[in-house]
């Protein structure tokens, strides 16, 4: 009796080993992993967080139907300002009339394009403010009775008193390409696309900042002198540090 129990007992053994054989417990090829180990071979890497997207290189200001993020400027005196013929007409005011972008701003490395038409009246009919880093300036077309051009302030000296000065003979009625550039350490302007730069300044060192008449359309804003204008097709692009 008790050897048939030891057959019985040794039969047992062998059937387990050889089930453990047979049915490994883990799948060919993958390592054996030990009691208590966490399985790295089954483990899946977490996902990448997705990047957020890049900046658009080139935007419009001006869809040409609303003001957006136009806003009147408050200069006390100003004429009417409204959105007619996808174009952004300032009226004549007693002294100035303007508008000053509220939206999203780039400082340094851009170029601002758009076409300015003087429809009535005989001095400045763009007077474009612009941030230079943490400054701001402002490049004036058509002032002092109607043909200068230049910025306003260089080293505190105003379009007509410092070296961007020039003249142009604008015409009424008759639009105007504009492209103004910032980028580290120098400001161009170019006028109807023209190859030769309206200005092109270098400002190392010089001190950056607008008239007082302007402080208003900072940081970013056009203005007339006594004169009714139109802008249209207002673009920002990006420039490549």
């Given at each position: 009796m008790r050897t048939v129990l030891y057959a019985i007992l040794l039969l047992g053994v062998f059937v387990v080993g050889a089930c453990h054989e047979c049915c490994?417990?883990?799948a060919p090829g993958e390592p054996e992993v030990a009691a208590g180990e966490p399985n790295l071979a089954l483990s899946q890497p977490e996902?990448?967080?997705t990047p957020p997207p890049a900046p658009p290189t080139e935007m419009s200001l001006f869809d040409g139907k609303?003001?957006?993020?136009?806003t009147i400027t408050d200069f006390g005196g100003q004429g009417k300002v409204y959105v007619k013929d996808e174009?952004?007409?300032l009226e004549a005011g007693n002294d100035m009339t303007g508008v000053t972008w509220d939206g999203?701003?780039?400082r340094m490395n851009y170029e601002i394009t758009l076409e300015a038409m003087r429809v009535s009246g005989s001095d400045f009919f763009c007077g474009l403010t612009f941030p230079v880093d943490a400054n701001h300036c402002s490049l004036v077309l058509g002032g002092w009775g109607g043909t200068l051009c230049g910025l306003s302030n260089i080293d505190y000296y105003d379009a007509a008193n410092n070296e961007t000065t020039q003249?142009?003979?604008f015409e009424n009625g008759r639009w105007y390409h504009v492209r103004l550039r910032v980028t580290p350490g120098r400001i161009q302007a170019?006028?109807?696309k023209a190859d030769e730069a309206l200005v092109d300044m270098d400002i190392t060192g010089r001190k950056i900042d607008t008239r007082i008449e302007m402080d208003l359309c900072q940081?970013?804003?056009i203005a007339t002198w006594q004169t009714s204008g139109a802008i249209r097709n207002i673009t920002l692009r990006r420039l490549r540090e």
């Amino acid at each position: 009796m008790r050897t048939v129990l030891y057959a019985i007992l040794l039969l047992g053994v062998f059937v387990v080993g050889a089930c453990h054989e047979c049915c490994p417990t883990t799948a060919p090829g993958e390592p054996e992993v030990a009691a208590g180990e966490p399985n790295l071979a089954l483990s899946q890497p977490e996902a990448a967080p997705t990047p957020p997207p890049a900046p658009p290189t080139e935007m419009s200001l001006f869809d040409g139907k609303t003001l957006g993020h136009w806003t009147i400027t408050d200069f006390g005196g100003q004429g009417k300002v409204y959105v007619k013929d996808e174009s952004i007409i300032l009226e004549a005011g007693n002294d100035m009339t303007g508008v000053t972008w509220d939206g999203p701003l780039v400082r340094m490395n851009y170029e601002i394009t758009l076409e300015a038409m003087r429809v009535s009246g005989s001095d400045f009919f763009c007077g474009l403010t612009f941030p230079v880093d943490a400054n701001h300036c402002s490049l004036v077309l058509g002032g002092w009775g109607g043909t200068l051009c230049g910025l306003s302030n260089i080293d505190y000296y105003d379009a007509a008193n410092n070296e961007t000065t020039q003249f142009v003979s604008f015409e009424n009625g008759r639009w105007y390409h504009v492209r103004l550039r910032v980028t580290p350490g120098r400001i161009q302007a170019w006028l109807d696309k023209a190859d030769e730069a309206l200005v092109d300044m270098d400002i190392t060192g010089r001190k950056i900042d607008t008239r007082i008449e302007m402080d208003l359309c900072q940081p970013m804003g056009i203005a007339t002198w006594q004169t009714s204008g139109a802008i249209r097709n207002i673009t920002l692009r990006r420039l490549r540090e």
